[in-house]
C-alpha cells in the first residue's frame, strides 16, 4: 500500500489541510492518507495545543465520508514528544509492505536536516513537500544539499492551488467572535462552538 503520513497539530483542521492532503493523493497515487495528530510536538509549548481528544475528533468529523483518509492515533498515544523518525520506524515495523509518503509543507522541506535523524526518515518515507502555490525547484536543491547527495532522490515536489488559511487565524477569529464559515467544515465549526474552543485564545499563536 502507498501510504501518506500527514502529521501536525491540526489545531483545527481546515481546508487547506484537506486540500494538501488530496493533492498529494492524487498526484502521488497514494491507496489512503493517515493524519497524524501530534501528542506533543518537539517544538511547541503543551500548553499552548487543544486537548488531543478534541483535535481528533474535529479531525473525524472532517474525514468523515472519505475512505481514503483517516485518523492515525500513534503518536498521540505514544508518550513524549513525537518525533517523525520514531512515528515512520513503527508504521514501517507495523507492516513491512507499506510504501511510505511523508506529507509536509514546502517551507518545513528548509528545516527538515535540523529534525531528528533526517537520514533515517529519508531511508524510511519519500519526503512530499508541498508548495501552497509557485512550484520552486531552488528549495529542492537546497534541502538535498544540506541532507547528502542522494537525498534528492527520496524528495518530491507536489504544486497546490494557493489557500491562505492557517489553523493560528482560525483560532485568532473564533476569539474575535468573528465568522470561520468556509475555512473548516462545517462539522469542525460547530465542534468548536459547541466546546467554546478558542474563545479566549489563551496564548494559542
Excluded at 481546508?15 to 492532503?21: D, F, K
Excluded at 513503527?90 to 528548509?110: K, Y
Excluded at 532522490?153 to 497546490?160: C, G, N, P, S
Aim: proline share 6%; aromatic share 8%; glycine share 6%.
Amino acid at each position: 500500500m502507498r501510504l501518506g503520513i500527514y502529521g501536525g497539530t491540526f489545531d483545527p483542521v481546515h481546508y487547506g489541510h484537506l486540500l494538501l492532503a488530496e493533492q498529494c493523493r492524487e498526484q502521488c497515487a497514494l491507496d489512503e492518507v493517515w493524519f497524524v495528530p501530534a501528542r506533543q510536538p518537539p517544538h511547541k509549548e503543551a500548553s499552548t495545543i487543544s486537548p488531543a481528544v478534541s483535535r481528533i475528533e474535529m479531525l473525524e468529523f472532517a474525514l468523515a465520508g472519505y475512505p481514503e483518509f483517516r485518523v492515525s492515533r500513534i503518536e498521540v498515544d505514544r508518550d513524549g514528544p513525537s518525533y517523525t523518525v520514531e512515528t515512520l520506524h513503527q508504521l514501517r515495523a507495523d507492516d513491512l509492505t507499506r510504501e511510505l509518503f511523508l506529507l509536509i509543507g514546502a517551507d518545513s522541506l528548509v528545516d527538515l536536516p535540523t529534525w531528528r535523524e533526517p537520514d533515517r526518515i529519508l531511508q524510511l518515507a519519500t519526503v512530499v513537500a508541498v508548495n501552497r502555490g509557485a512550484f520552486d525547484e531552488k528549495q529542492l536543491t537546497a534541502a538535498a544539499a544540506e541532507l547528502g547527495t542522494d537525498a534528492a532522490e527520496r524528495i518530491r515536489l507536489v504544486a497546490m492551488p494557493g489557500v491562505d488559511i492557517s489553523a493560528s487565524d482560525l483560532r485568532r477569529r473564533v476569539s474575535e467572535g468573528r465568522s470561520i464559515r468556509f475555512l473548516t467544515p462545517r462539522p469542525v465549526a460547530l465542534y468548536i462552538a459547541e466546546h467554546h474552543l478558542y474563545v479566549h485564545n489563551d496564548g494559542l499563536k
